[in-house]
């Protein structure tokens, strides 16, 4: 049983293979998962299998380095580090393990999902890319997450949410340019009713 404050959209198992130990990073969204036993939502542990539940209010970068530690070791001969990131109106922003076919959505559920003020139309997703092992490339992709589609100049292009990940992608979830917190006045002195409104 989790507990009331656990994030059962985003269970992380880490797995290490043998006989060489490297690790892989899985995920999987436990409530899909107990809907659909046996499907490929409900993955198959294994020995050695290591199993996080994330808390919905905690930090998950603490419990998160360990693992990400792992993969910068493992990382080899200008290999990228399999690291992805989502910062902005995500109620858990930071730095996540590149699971296998991972997308835009995946991520989303990795950050805790959006916050009261995100902007759910649209969200920017950075790419670098090495050059012919000598210069860094910079592509911004702006994403209609609504629709699934890239926008951009003449880009007609589908799947936008279900873009497959790549290492070091940075997703930024924008502001709601309406978005307001809760505001609220005190009223002191020579007045009726006093009091914070």
Sequence with gaps: TFRLNADQRYVLIRREHAPNRRVEVLSADATRAF???????????????????FSRQADRGAALADILQEMRLQTRDNNAMP???INGRVRAPGEYPLE???TVN????????LDDAAYASTAELTRYEVVN?????????ELDLATG????????????????LRAYDVLVIKESPDWRG????TLRGGVRFRGTY
Excluded at 106 to 113: E, K, N, P, T, V
Excluded at 149 to 164: D, F, K, N, R, W
Excluded at 182 to 185: A, L
């Design 35 to 53: 809907q659909a036993k046996g499907t490929d939502a409900d993955p198959l542990l294994q020995s050695r299998d290591r199993v996080i539940v």
């Design 83 to 85: 690291v992805v990131s």
């Design 100 to 102: 296998q076919n991972m």
């Design 106 to 113: 995946d991520l989303i559920r990795a950050g805790g999902g």
């Design 133 to 141: 092992g000598q210069s860094r490339k910079t592509e911004v992709i």
């Design 149 to 164: 589609a890239v926008l951009g100049e003449g880009s007609t292009q589908a799947g936008g949410s279900e873009i497959p």
């Design 182 to 185: 809760q505001e609220s006045i």
